[in-house]
C-alpha cells in the first residue's frame, strides 16, 4: 500500500506542477480523443457522467450542454483549479469538480450513466482498481470511454484489462497521430 500512495502522490505533484501549461501542452490531442469518443457515446438530458481524471475540464465544456450533471475528478489540485475556472468563465452550471482518487470514488453503485477515463490509467498504480470502480459506479446500460496512451497499453492489452474488470469493449480505429488507445466499453454479461 505505501507503494500505491508514493506513486498517487508523485502523480498529483507532477499534474499540479504542470497545470498551468497542461492546456497548451495537451489541448489538441485531448480535443481529438474526445470527438472521437463522443462518435460512439450519445449523452441525454437527464444522464449523470462521470469524467473520472477530469485534468483541466476538456471533457466537461464538450458534453456539458448535453448532460444533466457531469461529476468530473482528479487527484491534482492544480488541474481541478483550471477546470473550476474554466467552468466559471464558460458560465457551466450543472458540473461538480471535486479533488477524489478514482481508484476510490465516493459514489453509491449504478449512479452515472455514461463515464469517462481519459488518458487515466496509464498513471494509476492499479489500473484494475480503477477500472472495478467505473464497473462499480455505472448503471447496467452505461457506456464507458477509456483511453490508454499507447507507450503503455497495446490494443490487446487494453482490451485484456478492460475484459479482466467485466466490460466488454470495441477498440476504434485511429490514425497514427492519436496517441491514445481507445475503448467504447459496456458492462459485459
Not at 13 to 38: G, S
Not at 69 to 82: N, T
Not at 134 to 158: D, P, W, Y
Request: hydrophobic share 40%; net charge neutral.
Amino acid at each position: 500500500m505505501p507503494e500505491d500512495w508514493t506513486k498517487k502522490r508523485a502523480t498529483m505533484h507532477h499534474y499540479d506542477k504542470t497545470a498551468t501549461t497542461y492546456n497548451v501542452l495537451y489541448k489538441e490531442e485531448q480535443e481529438q480523443k474526445i470527438r472521437e469518443i463522443l462518435k460512439h457515446i450519445t449523452i441525454n438530458g437527464s444522464d449523470v457522467v462521470l469524467d473520472a481524471g477530469c485534468g483541466s475540464g476538456f471533457l466537461v465544456e464538450h458534453v456539458q450542454e448535453q448532460a444533466g450533471h457531469i461529476v468530473g475528478v482528479d487527484l491534482s489540485k492544480g488541474l481541478l483549479r483550471i477546470a473550476v475556472s474554466r467552468a466559471k468563465q464558460a458560465k457551466i452550471k450543472n458540473v461538480s469538480l471535486v479533488q477524489v482518487d478514482v481508484d476510490y470514488l465516493p459514489f453509491r453503485e449504478h449512479v452515472f450513466n455514461e463515464a469517462f477515463a481519459l488518458t487515466v490509467l496509464q498513471d494509476s498504480s492499479d489500473y484494475d482498481a480503477t477500472l472495478k470502480e467505473l464497473l462499480r459506479t455505472t448503471k447496467n446500460i452505461a457506456k464507458v470511454g477509456v483511453t490508454g496512451l499507447k507507450k503503455a497499453f497495446s490494443e490487446e492489452s487494453l482490451k485484456q484489462a478492460l475484459t479482466k474488470e467485466g466490460f466488454e469493449s470495441i477498440i476504434l480505429e485511429t490514425s497514427e497521430k492519436v496517441k491514445d488507445v481507445i475503448a467504447i466499453c459496456r458492462k459485459g454479461a
